[in-house]
């Protein structure tokens, strides 16, 4: 981390003198600086100058110890990552939507896949960063709880919710270039450091397609995920209107090392699944509530009960990540993506500690 610290320091000082403003700080500050944001994120207060405040009921010795409150908001102001004298033009080839963020966006990558070998088990889902500002890359989802933000693709361990790799959303592509959709590329492409290693991706409906999960299988990659009735190559003999499933109604077709499964659980609707793990006659018995709130055994399909044990890696990592947050109010766009990557250092660094502590020998919990 030593040598991304110090890009932080000689971009942040560059900045400073390209404004006339001569901050002159060093990695030790700067480290201070980000000890102090995690300090803030677990002892939260409605604004950054109250930690230094005069009034004893928002006063924190251990934060004015450290720096003095000019310096600390000298930093951010001037806290950079990238020149920007050299950035490319919009019109440019190399052009980069994430310039001023990308240093630390590639040293992460780098780093979650060198230092964490995942379990077998992994899932690709979307997260989303709150973020009201101007930015084109800001996304409307009025269905997510964070309804305008950046969107985070993500692949997790789903035994213990590292994150492995991610990639920010930039908007959609034009160049015509794309042998799938949005959503299977960014599978292909979080997945690609997996290839040969028979790893299991899970991922919902957004991400899936027969030619992907084929494409993947050749790969060397085994997968499994939710399928929309409405794509393309959805087997005929499926189509048959929900309203005469019953619960724990089993239909499936296979070819191949390609399965498609139709399980009618608890819901209005049936749910499909797609899978080049599983076999699709396999079946396993599940305990659902009845009407009369009593449990009862229902068939279900193995492929589908995996999916449900196996798919909230992302979902794991965002509780975490969502419990204490380093995140301060911005209009800057590429500082909220500071904060969250900074965050998910956190996260991981956390579930590596966990993971490397003895089973027999206690552990500080999350929260």
Not at 270 to 293: D, F, M, Q
Request: charged share 25%.
């Amino acid at each position: 981390m030593e040598p991304m610290f110090e890009k932080i320091v000689d971009e942040s000082n560059l900045y400073a003198t390209q404004h006339n403003a001569n901050l002159n700080t060093n990695v030790e500050e700067i480290i201070a600086f980000i000890g102090i944001l995690i300090f803030m994120g677990f002892h939260s207060l409605p604004s950054i100058r109250l930690y230094w405040s005069t009034d004893q009921n928002f006063f924190y010795e251990r934060v004015a110890k450290i720096m003095p409150v000019k310096i600390f908001l000298k930093i951010l102001r001037y806290l950079h990552l990238n020149n920007n004298l050299n950035m490319p033009q919009r019109d440019s080839p190399h052009f980069d939507k994430h310039y001023k963020i990308r240093p630390l966006i590639s040293h992460l990558q780098d780093k979650y896949q060198s230092i964490f070998k995942p379990s077998r088990h992994v899932a690709v889902d979307e997260s989303m960063v709150p973020f009201k500002g101007r930015s084109t890359m800001k996304q409307y989802m009025p269905n997510k709880s964070i309804k305008r933000g950046f969107k985070i693709w993500a692949l997790a361990d789903s035994a213990s919710g590292f994150l492995l790799n991610f990639d920010v959303y930039t908007g959609k592509k034009t160049d015509g270039k794309e042998e799938f959709g949005l959503g299977e590329n960014v599978v292909l492409n979080l997945c690609e450091n997996l290839k040969k290693l028979y790893y299991c991706v899970y991922f919902d409906n957004f991400f899936t397609s027969i030619p992907m999960i084929s494409k993947l299988l050749e790969y060397r990659i085994f997968a499994c995920g939710i399928f929309r009735t409405n794509k393309k190559f959805y087997p005929k003999n499926l189509m048959k209107k929900d309203n005469k499933y019953a619960s724990g109604d089993i239909k499936y077709g296979q070819c191949n090392d390609i399965s498609v499964m139709h399980w009618k659980d608890r819901g209005s609707k049936p749910v499909t699944l797609i899978s080049n793990i599983h076999n699709a006659a396999e079946y396993c018995v599940v305990l659902r509530r009845n009407s009369k709130g009593e449990k009862v055994p229902v068939s279900c399909p193995t492929g589908i009960s995996d999916y449900n044990k196996y798919m909230g890696g992302v979902d794991k990592f965002d509780q975490y990540m969502a419990a204490y947050t380093i995140s301060q109010k911005s209009c800057r766009w590429w500082i909220k993506l500071f904060y969250y990557f900074i965050d998910t250092a956190i996260v991981n660094s956390y579930i590596l500690y966990k993971e490397s502590c003895n089973k027999a020998k206690k552990y500080m919990f999350h929260s």
